[in-house]
């Protein structure tokens, strides 16, 4: 194999969803069709790296320059529901999925003992102000239902008892060890409308 | 969604193997871990873009400047056997099966009335002339078990009986509508040892 395929294959194969099958078919098109595909891509690429940026507000993705986002300042939603998911990528699906009209807040991760991942590295901090504000009346926890959302979850709570505030989650209906980025829209519409009070 | 993250997925979403939603699923990963995953792509298409073209003599890939490439110049592989292709990346998993020490010879596609693909756009001529030369002994036909490889067959058939050389294909083992790039390395391996006389 010619060293510079190697190295797209081996690029490729770090995004999730390829396996180095696909990576190694999508590798062999790029470099057959480099003006149809290969150069489409970079300039798509190049663009995303630097018109894309998280809102300073729900840390979700916006064009740079657009901070607040469009979902922080549309005046139709409802100030008084928080939901909070961890990646910017969970919003995508939420709002596919129609069944949700409040703000949003990404953490950027989950608590993970294992990968020695803390409060520390997520807007937690930011969190606790939002609510502090006073408007929120609801947190609405949208996050995996594995060992780490739980943990992430439980300490959430911890940390928003002083504010008083409605502390709800999605309800089951997702899949074991899996989370909001697999999920299809209507089982994530059900599972906002189930939604639980937590404790 | 952000309309740079938007045309990324769609220029994901053309290569083969990634549907919509792998698509989304690795254009979000790009744009959340910019350092770790964009960066590194976007080099490594780069580097490829530069630094890979096809050998002129085979029509396989190789790095510029390395034109005839490692296969042609290789003197350990046998003269005497050609191996026609359609794509340059049908080279790679006949190479891994182990099946196979001659030459190859890629066409750049395959004929296809239907798609007006015509012997003129494929590389037909070199084929004959590399045959015309003297030191092949046998063509072997490593074409799509669909009716444009039958069709690129047959025509090659004619346009090599001036030379009198020996015309074989992979044995029939592969699977109907599919072709040498979705093949694994024991059906190439079995295809190619027990490959027929054409006609």
Do not use: W
């Amino acid at each position: 194999m010619v060293a510079p395929v190697d190295n797209l294959i081996r690029a490729l194969s770090r995004l999730p969803g390829l396996g180095r099958r696909s990576a190694e078919r999508a590798a062999l098109a790029l470099v057959r069709r480099p003006e149809a595909l290969l150069d489409v891509l970079v300039a798509a690429l190049q663009e995303a790296r630097a018109e894309v940026c998280c809102c300073q507000v729900c840390g979700g993705f916006t064009s740079r320059g657009r901070t607040p986002c469009a979902l922080c300042t549309d005046a139709a939603r409802d100030d008084g529901v928080l939901c909070v998911v961890e990646e910017p990528s969970d919003i995508f699906p939420i709002e596919r999925s129609g069944g949700f009209n409040g703000r949003y807040h990404a953490l950027m991760g989950k608590l993970s003992p294992a990968r020695q991942a803390g409060p520390d590295e997520l807007r937690l901090g930011a969190l606790a102000e939002r609510v502090a504000r006073g408007s929120v009346r609801e947190v609405l926890l949208a996050l995996s239902t594995d060992m780490e959302g739980d943990a992430t979850a439980g300490y959430i709570g911890e940390l928003l008892k002083p504010y008083g505030v409605r502390l709800t989650r999605l309800a089951f209906g997702l899949p074991a060890d899996s989370g909001v980025g697999y999920s299809d829209p209507l089982t994530l519409k059900r599972a906002i409308s189930g939604r639980v009070l937590c404790g």
